[in-house]
């Protein structure tokens, strides 16, 4: 290689080192961390066999496989995963470093969920659990454990619990929970362990119930029908489905709700404008 070439890219190094330098140390040049991105998601597999898998959606493949007995559900917030089984009277966090096989002589030392749990929702760390009694417990899974809500407190030892019968928790932590028994639709923070709001909602003969929300406004969905009521509306409606009806988990900034039959997806305006 020529003399003068060899300057020239020692040259260029220096002054490549020489702005780099400057970026760092030069007053009003900003200096950003970039963001790991985390290409991760935690599948679970309930069919033929019982086990729980990393994909790595980088690349479109498993990266991790391990068997897991008697699963539910699979969870994950934004910087842990966890795995419900045991019809959701276990919970597992996953152990991202070194994942391993779970039988029931491991799952035994996990923790438990409330006594009775048939129904988990989760959004971000934020969960809730509903048992065949109806009481609602709620927490942080991060932190670990629940608290049973209490929202109306009475001095009388008599007093029946708070009894709901379907729940959903939206991303900001706000848990919703419609109550045949209080002819209701409970609004509370979990993070901050308060009532936002208590709603009336009388609805003779409402079986089967689901519930979704979009922003402060919810929707209880009658998921045999598909007869929806919203909040602050006088009458129910009957959205355009056939057969079954699932709703979509609650969206804290939108202002539609969803529910998907066998062969549609229907949205519902919360502000009263319709379904399509």
Avoid at 38 to 58: F, H
Avoid at 81 to 89: K, V
Avoid at 127 to 140: I, W
Wanted: glycine share 10%.
């Amino acid at each position: 290689m020529r003399r003068g070439t060899i300057a020239g890219i020692v040259a260029a190094g220096a002054a490549a080192a020489l702005v780099i330098g400057i970026s760092v140390v030069w007053p009003g040049l900003d200096a950003q961390e970039t963001p790991e991105v985390d290409t991760a998601v935690w599948a679970l597999q309930t069919g033929e066999g019982r086990r729980y898998a990393r994909v790595n959606t980088s690349v479109g493949e498993l990266d991790t496989v391990r068997s897991i007995s008697n699963p539910d559900q699979v969870v994950q917030t934004g910087d842990a995963a966890y795995l419900f089984s045991d019809s959701y009277s276990k919970i597992t966090r996953i152990d991202e470093a070194m994942p391993a096989d779970l039988d029931e002589e491991a799952l035994q030392a996990s923790e438990s969920t409330p006594p009775g749990t048939t129904d988990v929702v989760t959004a971000g760390d934020h969960v809730a659990y509903l048992t065949d009694s109806g009481a609602v417990f709620a927490g942080l899974l991060s932190a670990g454990g629940a608290t049973q809500l209490d929202p109306f407190p009475s001095d009388d030892e008599d007093a029946p619990q708070y009894a709901a019968d379907a729940i959903a928790v939206d991303s900001r932590g706000m848990l919703f929970a419609y109550s045949r028994a209080d002819d209701s639709v409970l609004r509370y923070d979990i993070a901050q362990g308060e009532v936002r709001g208590r709603d009336p909602l009388e609805a003779d003969g409402l079986a089967a119930p689901a519930i979704t929300a979009a922003g402060d406004t919810w929707a209880v969905v009658v998921t045999q029908d598909g007869d929806v009521w919203l909040r602050g509306a006088d009458a129910s409606f009957l959205a355009p489905t056939t057969g079954a009806v699932v709703v979509g988990a609650p969206d804290a900034t939108g202002g539609d709700v969803y529910l998907a039959d066998e062969t549609s997806l229907v949205r519902v305006a919360v502000d009263g404008s319709g379904a399509e």
